[in-house]
């Protein structure tokens, strides 16, 4: 059985595309992102999946890109945001590397804006991500591995804090005999 090196969860603008590019670079590993997957596999951009067909068909598929993505991929992944909060998924990463990429509301919305294709922040933007990461922090906190705060950081910083969690994971999961959390 293949396994990703890492899966990277977090919030809209916790930089999980980003960092898992960076780290896939320098670890010289694959990088896949499971919402470039739904967007290939279904022709459509993630926001129109949404709008078009509702948040639970989008999710729907979701899972199963996750699904293949830890069946098929041996490098770093990046999940959307919300694919956690799916008790399936959940399951479906136990035993898996999994980085929570952690990050606070003002560096969020530096980030992204909160105003770019974004289907669950539409409205209040602040207001809708705040209310998000306070349903959703806990699941992410229970699902992860390891957890990187990357408030005030910059994509370099990020890279070099994930890089030195797997490290020390790995090393850990050396000493354990190669199981997985």
């Known amino acids: ?6 899966v990277l969860i977090g919030p809209p603008g916790a930089g999980k ?20 997957d739904i967007e290939q596999s279904s ?6 999946i949404f709008f078009e067909d509702g948040e ?8 199963a890109a996750v699904l293949t993505a830890l069946a098929e991929h ?10 956690v909060l799916d008790p399936r998924t ?7 590397t999994v980085i929570f990429l952690d990050v606070r509301i003002a560096d969020a919305a530096k980030r992204i804006g909160l105003n770019r294709d974004r289907p669950l922040l539409l409205g209040n933007p602040r207001a809708q991500w705040t209310q998000m ?6 699941v992410y906190t229970a699902v992860a591995s390891a957890r990187v705060v990357t408030d005030g950081l910059t994509a370099d910083e ?3 804090r994930v890089l030195a969690v797997l490290t020390e994971l790995e090393g850990a999961e050396e000493l354990s005999g190669g199981e997985r959390r």
């Open 43 to 48: 022709g459509r951009a993630v926001a129109d």
């Open 133 to 138: 990461m306070d349903r959703r922090r806990p």
């Open 90 to 96: 959940q399951e479906a990463l136990r035993g898996h």
């Open 56 to 63: 639970s068909a989008f999710r729907e598929l979701e899972h």
């Open 74 to 83: 041996e490098g770093i992944l990046s999940v959307g945001g919300g694919a």
């Open 158 to 160: 990020v890279t070099a």
């Open 1 to 6: 059985m293949s396994w990703p090196v890492a």
């Open 17 to 36: 595309t980003t960092i898992a590019e960076a780290v896939a670079r320098e670890r010289g590993l694959p990088v896949r992102d499971t919402d470039v």
